[in-house]
T-cell receptor, first 116, second 117 residues
């Protein structure tokens, strides 16, 4: 498809397990973002990539969260030693060029993580 | 610290009526204000956006009104339809502290709109 693709769509993890969430952005999009959306809340910024460079990771809640985009395309968000408070929908978004120019981010459908 | 405050939390409107959602922001560095629409199980999708040098922007049935001095902006949905039933998020854009070109969207908490026939 032509949109942002995320996998898995649903993930159930036991507390303490590591999880990896994948994002395939729209082809050619330079900018890639990860957001966390708790139930009934707005998305909250986690991190931003421009090509393979992680330019802003100020939103990552702890050092258990790690994101990478090694070849400037697919990105992976990894959460180590998951905790119940990590339960949320993780949204990936991409944008052509610099997101700030237009502000339009194209979001994927998200990966819903439930930590038991 | 909630930098974008959105109200109401939920809204019920009759078909054909006007839906109004309000947002207020604190950070004067914000320079772009988009509205996103989100259906259940889907990601947010850009609906309409405005820059602070414009007081109003209209696209079809959707209008943004912007008051820079009051640091407030609102979304008006005219002739609301059942298909408009969704959660609406206002957002604001600022350049991050990295200085290298980080663009963080700050979202409000959302308004769940229900349009009843």
């Amino acid at each position: 498809g032509a949109g942002v693709s995320q996998s898995p769509r649903y993930k159930v993890a036991k507390r303490g397990q590591d999880v990896a969430l994948r994002c395939d952005p729209i082809s050619g999009h330079v900018s890639l973002f990860w957001y966390q959306q708790a139930l009934g809340q707005g998305p909250e910024f986690l991190t931003y990539f421009q090509n393979e460079a992680q330019l802003d990771k100020s939103g990552l809640p702890s050092d258990r969260f790690f994101a990478e985009r090694p070849e400037g395309s697919v990105s992976t968000l990894k959460i180590q030693r998951t905790q119940q408070e990590d339960s949320a929908v993780y949204l990936c978004a991409s944008s052509s060029g610099l997101a700030g120019v237009s502000g339009e981010l194209f979001f994927g459908e998200g990966s819903r993580l439930t930590v038991l | 610290q909630q930098q974008v405050k959105q109200s109401p939390q939920s809204l019920i409107v009759q078909k054909g009526g006007i839906s109004i959602i309000n947002c207020a922001y604190e950070n004067t560095a914000f320079d772009y204000f988009p509205w996103y629409q989100q259906f259940p199980g889907k990601g947010p999708a850009l609906l309409i956006a405005i820059r602070p040098d414009v007081s109003e922007k209209k696209e079809g049935r959707f209008t943004i009104s912007f008051n820079k001095s009051a640091k407030q902006f609102s979304l008006h949905i005219m002739d609301s339809q059942p298909g408009d039933s969704a959660t609406y998020f206002c957002a604001a854009l600022s350049i991050g502290d990295s200085g290298a070109g980080s663009y963080q969207l700050t979202f409000g908490k959302g308004t769940k709109l229900s349009v009843i026939p």
